[in-house]
């Protein structure tokens, strides 16, 4: 059970983080590599000034990959913790003598709700996201 929540949470986050990537991400790409492009074009630029323009040109992609990856960050931190709390239930029960058939059940019945729970949140993480993409500006 907890196996199956956990598929479907690892499913969801793949699926929001490639329809980010396809219609925002390539784009600022496209335009970095196009930027860059002109960068390298300007003969009379000096190397560094061409270094220090294509670091320009990059910096919009490397704020979109700092933005998706925080919020991936702080949702694995988040799903984690509420794993932990499974476990640390389980510990005590039993340490309280429980019997491990039942606790295991237990623990894996908290693990699926997590699961479930964070499944909820995928949208909202994925919509942050994009917002946080749409306001680099290019």
Known sequence: ??????????AAVE???????????RAMQGAMFRCSA????DTAASMQE???????C???LAR????????LEHFQDRLSRCSLQCSDQAKDALDSGGSEP????QLDTCL???GDQHLRLVPAMAKKMRDGLANIQQ
Do not use: D, F
Request: proline residues 2%; glycine residues 4%.
């Open 1 to 10: 059970m907890a196996e199956a929540a956990q598929g479907r949470v690892q």
């Open 102 to 105: 039942r606790v295991r059940g």
């Open 15 to 25: 699926s929001a983080v490639q329809a980010l990537e396809r219609e925002q991400i």
């Open 112 to 114: 699926a709700t997590c």
């Open 50 to 56: 061409v270094q220090r323009c294509i670091e320009r």
């Open 64 to 71: 979109a990959q700092a933005i998706v990856t925080a919020e």
């Open 58 to 60: 990059h910096a919009p």
């Open 38 to 41: 002109r960068c390298c074009e």
